[in-house]
Every structure is written in structure tokens, then in C-alpha cells.
């Protein structure tokens, strides 16, 4: 594993496909601090919705990035294709790891808050990024060109999953409760980030439980459909 | 008969609006080479792809014959210019595979070495048509492959490097792998095939490659050539079919009726013969 993800690593870097969303990543935390001072949760709440999508702009980027021809000579090396998917998602949520650590401390060090956040708080805020970062790479590894069509289909819808992720909780209120079974429950984080400013819940709100199972479904159920899809030419 | 290591049973491949191999059966079998012959688009690289597992067939199956399942290299057409070094890139693949980095490290220098291309620092995408091809030959042979199956691999390979192929071609079938190849010229590959398919209207048409004449008969010459020349000129020489350097070693595969020519001038040029044997009629 640690080979395939070295590989990936080096493939990535030099592929310079990370600079885009990562400038833009930068750009909105310096622009989010840009005055002071700044709510605590409701501004982790803002880096972690940031996050989310730089994490799906990261992972769709990157997991049609390996040459066709090549994934097949990787697999071939590797002798197991779940095992290259697997490091695939392992690698982009790696790369997000020091986003989300960056999200968190630096508004801290650089005094950007009315208050300075118990660690509780930091660490809450720390966990709700990862989630939100691990949600965005599970939906986007699915928008990828062995499942779609085209490049645009997939950008397009792509877009329009992480808009309803957003935007769910007004989807569900406006529809019927089991909707909230479909929609990309991405909510759950707001809820604790900005419905519980405190952050001093004793145990994670059910929310996030069935947040982290809804990710884990996701993930495996990526890695069975792209195993058995194996190298099929892309659908025309 | 020996069991095959790779079986298609009844396979059909389609795409929506086109039927690609329709019920075709094939059964390959170790240190037997395979040539799959046929025009552009007639199913040839799905054929290999469905060979080596990483497409799956509409309908039929692909049965493995063997507890473990066979180790497969594959050289495939096309092979993508990377932005790594042929000997960074060759790291990664043995990596991923397993195997330690000492021994890795010393496995690519002899490679390179034996195919003749120089261990340099520019990447891969300033390698030239030829150069990749080597690159593919080494990440497929890695380490030694039960199955090898290339697609079209003499394209953009001058006539040195097609010698050089047919004889790393030839080494291998002799080392008891089973090679399906791919090719739309067939012409330079026929003289290691034992089986000659033609892909055609999604079927499966086999003949038998025709025995050699007396002058077809080939002569393997082992030999050591003075300054690590691969061969002393393959001008000179039309009827040289391959030509491989292992170890300080060379290989050479002559047409039997050039050989005596092709003797005297490795004697002449200073080398020395080490083997010589008849191989056909």
C-alpha cells in the first residue's frame, strides 16, 4: 500500500493539478480572516463547507488522473484493483489532512478570533473538517470517466450533488423527511458547528454517526462497482 | 497435452452497436507463442484485454487454470509518456509489486543494459517512439511473467530494435512463457510463433505458421563480439533475424543460408564463437 501511495504521491505532484483548488483554498481562508475578529465555530463552520468542496475538486481531479493504459499496467503490478482504488481514496484524504490542521490553527496562531477556542472546541472543529473533507472525496470518486459519459456530465453532476449536499436541509423540509435518506447529509456538521457554538456535547449528535456510516457506504460501495467495472473502454 | 493457463470459453464482447468477438473459444498454453493477426479495429486488443482479465466479456468466461493465478505482463500499444525517468518509473512498478529495492535497482540497471537504452535523467516524455517501447518491453518483464501478452509491439521500432524484440521475444518463450502478440506485421514475428490467429468478422480464424524451407531454416550463433557490439553490422547482414546481449553474451538468430558469411565476420571483426545450433527444417 504504502508503494502505491508513494507512486500516486509522485504522479500527483507532478501533475501540478493540486494547484488550482489549492490556491483557491488559500485564497478563501486568507479572505475569510480578513477581518478581525472573527466568531469561532461560525468561521470553522465556513473552512469546514470550504473544505468539503476543495476536498471534491481535489478528488475529481485526481482520480481520473493516472494515463488509461497505465492504470491497467498498475493494476497488473499491484495484482488487486480494489487495492488501487482503496489507495486512491487513502492518498486525496491524506492530502486534505494538512488542509483541515491549517483550517484549524491558523486563525488560532494568527489571532483571528474574538476568543481563543478551548481545545475541545479545536478539536470538535478539527473532526467536523475531516468529515466534511472525507464526504467530499466519496461523493466525487464516483464522478469519475469510467461512470460517465462525458467529462462535462460528470462536472455537471457532480456540481449539482454538492449543491443538494448544501442545501439539503431546505429540500427536506420543503419535501418529505425521507429525503434525508438520499441527500448527502452533510448538514450534520452544521449542526454542530453552528447550532452548538459551544461545542461541549458530551457525545457526537446522531447526526454524525449516520454522517460517518452514510461515507463508509459510500467508499465501499465505490470500491465493489469499480472493481468489477474493471478497464472497460469509457461508455459512448 | 499441457493444461492451459489461460482459457476463453464461449466469449462474447460487445459494445452498444457493435459486437467486437462474438462466441470465440481460445486456450494458451505455457512456452507457447500465440500471434493475433487482423486489420485495425477488428477486435485484436480486446482480445488481449479479455486474455489478461481487465475486461470482463458480455457473456462467457475466462477460467485460470492454476491455483495461483498466472503472472501477467502486458506491453500495451500506446504506452503514455511519463514525466517520470525510465528508471524511476521502472522503481515504482517493481515496487508495487513487491519487490525489494536492492535487488530492483540492480534488475532495471540490467535491463536497460540489455535492451541497450542509457540510464539518463530526462522523463520519459522526451523518449522517442522506440525508447518507450523499451521502457514498456521492461516494465512487462519485469520480473519473469507466466503470460506476456503485447499489443502491436513492433510499432515505431527500427529495424536494430525489431531484431533486439524477436530475440528478448525468443528468450522468453524459452524460459516456458506463453506470449500472445498482437500485430498488424506479422511478417517479422512469424519465426517464434507456433500459432497464428486472425481476428476477423469477431471471430477466431487459426492456421498453423508454415514450416521454414531448407532456406528458412534458422542458426542460433552464441558469440562474443569485440567492444560489446551487438552485432558487427546489420546492414551487412539481411538475413540476421535477432538479436539479443545477456551477460557479455551475444545471441544472434541468422537465416541458415547467410550464416557462414555472418561467422566469418564475427571472426574477422575479432569476436569469438562460443555456439552455434540449427533450429528449424
Known sequence: ?236 | MQEPIVELKQVTKSYPGKLVLSSVSLAIRRGEAMLLVGGNGSGKSTLIRLIGGFTAPTSGSRQVHEARPPKIGFMPDRFPKHKFTSEEYLMHMGRIQGLPKEGLGRRIHDLHALYGLPLASQPMRSFSKGMLQKVNLMQAVLTAPDLLLLDEPLSGLDDPSVQELCGALQELKEQNVAIVISTHEPAALTGIADRIITVQNASLLEKKPEAPGPEEASIQVVCRLPGGALHPDPAAHPGLLSAVRAGGQTRLTVRADVCDQLLLQILQAGGSILEVTRRGA
Open chain 1, 1 to 236: 500500500m504504502l508503494s502505491i501511495l508513494f507512486y500516486y504521491h509522485r504522479y500527483y505532484l507532478r501533475s501540478y493539478r493540486y494547484t488550482a483548488p489549492l490556491t483557491v483554498f488559500l485564497i478563501a481562508m486568507f479572505f475569510l480572516y480578513g477581518v478581525v475578529p472573527n466568531p469561532v465555530m461560525d468561521s470553522y463552520a465556513a473552512s469546514a463547507t470550504l473544505l468539503f468542496l476543495i476536498a471534491a475538486w481535489l478528488c475529481y481531479g485526481f482520480v481520473d488522473l493516472e494515463d488509461d493504459t497505465q492504470q491497467v499496467i498498475t493494476f497488473l503490478h499491484s495484482g488487486k484493483l480494489a487495492l488501487l482504488y482503496t489507495a486512491k481514496l487513502i492518498y486525496v484524504w491524506l492530502f486534505t489532512v494538512p488542509l483541515s490542521v491549517f483550517a484549524i490553527v491558523y486563525p488560532i496562531i494568527f489571532d483571528k478570533f474574538a476568543y481563543t477556542p478551548s481545545l475541545r472546541q479545536a478539536l470538535t472543529a478539527l473532526g467536523c473538517h475531516q468529515l466534511a473533507a472525507l464526504l467530499g472525496i466519496t461523493l466525487a470518486a464516483w464522478f469519475n470517466a469510467k461512470l460517465f459519459r462525458t467529462g462535462l456530465i460528470s462536472f455537471l453532476s457532480l456540481c449539482t450533488v454538492l449543491a443538494v449536499a448544501l442545501g439539503g436541509q431546505g429540500i427536506i423540509n420543503r419535501t418529505f423527511p425521507a429525503m434525508s435518506w438520499v441527500i448527502p447529509p452533510y448538514p450534520a456538521i452544521m449542526y454542530v458547528l453552528n447550532d452548538h457554538p459551544q461545542a461541549e456535547l458530551a457525545a457526537p449528535p446522531q447526526g454524525i454517526w449516520y454522517l460517518a456510516l452514510y461515507i463508509i457506504m459510500l467508499a465501499v460501495s465505490y470500491l465493489w462497482v469499480m472493481s468489477r467495472r474493471k478497464f472497460d473502454e469509457r461508455l459512448k
